[in-house]
């Protein structure tokens, strides 16, 4: 017994009828969906990832590395060659030794500039309303402070060398 399949779609409309609404399908979508997915190929096939070891220049130090090292090499370079100026002076090199009297003498003079220093400070307003005020008051601060390093260095009474360069 051999039935018959019944058309399931039906047949192109003609140019006279009107479209049917309300049309009903009894396709499955999910199940065909699925498994459209399950026997379609792969779209993306994974790639081997990037390997860094094989870049060029992988295990060299950067370029900014490089010019930092040189730096501090070159300061590390001057202050060596400083601190050996300072304390092992070249025996060639022209030495003098400061006599007392030069030396109370510098005193004497850095404490006069101190003073004249000080006197144009204090006689500055107490409120700075512009930049040219604030710039000339930390000008001031900063010498003085000089100054005074400068004036407890000589009062040591150390032996001071001068060295002509």
Not at 47 to 63: C, D, L
Not at 78 to 105: C, I, N, W
Not at 114 to 132: E, G, H
Not at 136 to 143: F, N
Request: hydrophobic fraction near 30%; proline fraction near 8%.
């Amino acid at each position: 017994m051999t039935m018959k399949k019944e058309k399931v779609k039906p047949p192109v409309p003609k140019r006279d009828e009107k479209p049917v609404y309300g049309l009903q399908s009894n396709k499955n979508f999910i199940t065909t969906n699925a498994v459209e997915n399950i026997l379609a190929k792969p779209k993306n096939v994974p790639q081997e990832p990037f390997r860094w070891t094989s870049r060029p220049g992988y295990g060299k130090p950067p370029v900014y590395l490089r010019r930092n090292k040189q730096r501090i090499a070159q300061e590390r370079e001057h202050l060596e060659t400083y601190l050996k100026m300072r304390f092992d002076p070249d025996p060639g090199a022209m030495v003098t030794q400061l006599s007392e009297g030069e030396r109370q003498e510098l005193l004497r003079h850095l404490k006069r500039k101190w003073a004249s220093v000080n006197a144009a400070y204090q006689t500055q307003p107490l409120v700075m309303d512009s930049d040219q005020k604030k710039h000339r008051k930390e000008e001031m601060e900063r010498l003085l402070a000089e100054i005074e390093k400068d004036i407890k260095t000589l009062e040591r009474g150390d032996m001071i060398l001068i060295m002509d360069e």
